[in-house]
T-cell receptor, first 116, second 111 residues
Framework: NAGVMQNPRHLVRRRGQEARLRCSPM?????VYWYRQLPEEGLKFMVY????????ESGMPKERFSAEFPKEGPSILRIQQVVRGDSAAYFC??????????????FGPGTRLTVT | QKEVEQNSGPLSVPEGAIASLNCTYS??????FFWYRQYSGKSPELIMS????GDKEDGRFTAQLNKASQYVSLLIRDSQPSDSATYLC???????????FGPGTRLSVLP
């Protein structure tokens, strides 16, 4: 099975532009999670999605950030009007859903966003 | 406040020794616990999950869970320089789905 895929791996945006980060979960997985990691800091949960449904967005900033996981295609994390403080590594993880190992999350390689 | 704490690093051990990594969490109702390893500049890799009190062994790794004391630990036997990484403890609180990660403990295994 292919692992969790994220693209792009590196993204450079100027302040005020939009950033779109994509995540394709592992085959057979129906749950997607997004995390942000600042340099030398821990992983912070942002949002948890299933197909066409946001389950928990308690870690998502109220403004400029949105996420979706459509019926077809990858999950997308969208950051509008980026600021320098958005520079971080953004990781996507997926899990299989109900059943054994339901909560085990497998991470993609991450997208490193740099805002100039 | 749902919190996961880990002993501060860096933790340095000689090659071949046992490395012991500890994690405490704030919610007694937590049910699911995970250890991840993260090399610098890379994404976290799942090492082990544990759900029941006691020990769970997988190769050189042993996870220990004590729900009454609200701690979970990871032992690495016969530590190798390739084990040098940051180890992250993750907890699912109550019956939720999302992880709360600890800040991580940086382990350095000295040849």
């Amino acid at each position: 099975n292919a692992g969790v895929m994220q693209n792009p791996r590196h993204l450079v945006r100027r302040r005020g532009q939009e950033a779109r980060l994509r995540c394709s979960p592992m085959k057979g997985h129906s749950h997607v999670y997004w995390y942000r990691q600042l340099p030398e800091e821990g992983l912070k949960f942002m949002v948890y999605l299933q197909k066409e449904n946001i389950i928990d967005e308690s870690g998502m900033p109220k403004e400029r950030f949105s996420a979706e996981f459509p019926k077809e295609g990858p999950s997308i994390l969208r950051i509008q009007q980026v600021v320098r403080g958005d520079s971080a590594a953004y990781f996507c993880a997926s899990s299989p859903g109900p059943g054994q190992g339901a909560h085990e999350q497998y991470f993609g390689p991450g997208t490193r966003l740099t805002v100039t | 406040q749902k919190e996961v704490e880990q002993n501060s690093g860096p933790l340095s051990v000689p090659e071949g020794a046992i490395a012991s990594l500890n994690c405490t969490y704030s919610d007694r109702g937590s049910q699911s616990f995970f250890w991840y390893r993260q090399y610098s500049g890379k994404s976290p890799e799942l090492i082990m999950s544990i759900y029941s009190n006691g020990d769970k062994e997988d190769g050189r790794f042993t996870a220990q869970l004590n729900k009454a004391s609200q701690y979970v630990s990871l032992l690495i036997r016969d530590s190798q320089p390739s084990d040098s990484a940051t180890y992250l403890c993750a907890v699912i609180f109550d019956y939720g789905q999302n992880f709360v990660f600890g800040p991580g403990t940086r382990l350095s295994v000295l040849p």
